[in-house]
């Protein structure tokens, strides 16, 4: 059994929108590709053919991939539990004399730190899960361990 997939609605909007590009204006594309680089003649030495053919793994690839993470879903709806740091909370924190800043945490499947996305499984996901307001959070990071405090959880 594998682990469960979490997913913001939003995340599963975007991935089935991307699903849809991949299985029809894309596939096509690539199609027309391959037909014209077969149309070329010797495929042993058509860098364009080798390109479209190695173009196709990747995407049936993606889409394999993209299919498998919406077959099963648990779908991340605003959490219940408030003032607790659950998959789906807001979570503003700060740094000791640094700006406090604010993120929400998702699954794996979903992470973009640069856009205040963070995994539920990343190692400051990990340590915020099950914390509240003013408690201390420490975290390992490469550079040593940082601490945190929670300020806020919504």
């Known amino acids: 059994m594998s682990k469960p997939t979490y997913l913001t609605p939003e995340g599963k909007a975007k991935l089935i ?19 014209s680089a077969i149309q070329m003649g010797d495929l042993s030495e058509n860098a364009d053919y080798h390109k479209a053919k ?11 991939e993209i299919e498998a993470i919406l077959r099963n879903p648990v779908i991340i709806e605003k959490t219940q539990a408030r003032g607790v740091v659950s998959i789906g909370s807001f979570v503003t924190i700060q740094e000791r004399d640094l700006d406090p800043e604010t993120y ?12 205040g996305k ?25 550079a040593g361990k940082v601490t945190y405090v929670v300020k806020s959880v919504k």
């Open 17 to 35: 929108a991307e699903l849809e590009t991949l299985k029809g204006p894309r596939r096509d594309e690539l199609a027309l590709r391959l037909r």
């Open 104 to 115: 929400h945490l998702v699954g794996p499947t979903e992470a973009d730190p640069r856009n």
């Open 54 to 64: 190695e173009d196709q793994g990747f995407l049936e690839g993606r889409i394999q």
């Open 118 to 142: 963070i995994s539920h499984e990343s190692p400051l996901g990990k340590a915020l899960l099950g914390r509240k307001v003013g408690d201390n959070v420490e975290v390992e990071a490469p």
